[in-house]
């Protein structure tokens, strides 16, 4: 099956600077990428997603990159602020499994730390 | 428009009690899903249901049973709990155009 690698686990940072968080997959097949942001207590919550035909996709102050060939993904958030405190995890499909299903597999998670 | 529901928010089982744990979504998703978190491991497949009706084994099944009792409600069962399914548990939908999963608010679960 599908395994996603995802570094570093914790990941501090000066409130403006940037943070990028990088993901690698196994799978050949994977083609959609989702990024999620966790604040403590609470749910995941997607941020962004990218699907295997674009190489960048931007919102705002965040971006994920992809390169297939190395099959390797990135989140990358600039100008970051406190409120950018939170985990993020990083996921992989390789496409629906029925009734238009698709399983997703996460990686373990960063966590973000941005001091005021 | 609630999204996805979960009940029980924290509950605290002694090894070898029964439990189900309830998910209901509004969106008229067709495919759900529960997922267990544990530090340092992410979140990890347990069952998911791709329609009413269907449903499939995910990463981690062993230990748990799961019904989709229609469209809207998935609920996960611990037959005999054991320490180690001590977890925060979501259950999580999305709809087939791959916009991502919308996650419930979690149970978190401490069997002793």
């Known amino acids: 099956g599908e395994n996603v690698e995802q570094h570093p686990s914790t990941l501090s940072v000066q409130e403006g600077d940037s943070a990028v968080i990088k993901c690698t997959y196994s799978d050949s097949a994977s083609n959609y990428f989702p990024w999620y942001k966790q604040e403590l207590g609470k749910r995941p919550q997607l941020i962004i997603d990218?699907?295997?035909?674009?190489g960048e996709k931007k919102d705002q102050r965040i971006a994920v990159t992809l390169n297939k060939t190395a099959k390797h993904f990135s989140l990358h958030i600039t100008e970051t602020q406190p409120e950018d405190s939170a985990v993020y995890f990083c996921?992989?499909?390789?496409?629906?499994?029925?009734?238009?299903?698709?399983?997703?597999?996460f990686g373990k998670g960063t966590k973000l730390s941005v001091i005021p | 428009n609630a999204g996805v529901t979960q009940t029980p928010k924290f509950q605290v089982l002694k090894t070898g009690q029964s439990m189900t744990l309830q998910c209901a979504q509004d969106m008229n998703h067709n495919s759900m899903y529960w997922y267990r978190q544990d530090p340092g491991m992410g979140l990890r497949l347990i069952y998911y249901s791709a329609s009413e009706g269907t449903t499939d084994k995910g990463e981690v099944p062993n230990g748990y049973n799961v019904s989709r009792l229609n469209k809207r409600e998935f609920s996960l069962r611990l037959e005999s709990a054991a320490p180690s399914q001590t977890s925060v548990y979501f259950c999580?939908?999305?709809?087939?155009?791959?916009?991502?999963?919308?996650f419930g608010s979690g149970t978190r679960l401490t069997v002793v």
């Open positions: 990218i699907r295997s035909n674009v």
């Open positions: 999580a939908s999305s709809e087939t155009d791959r916009s991502g999963y919308t």
């Open positions: 996921a992989a499909s390789r496409g629906y499994s029925g009734a238009g299903s698709y399983q997703l597999t």
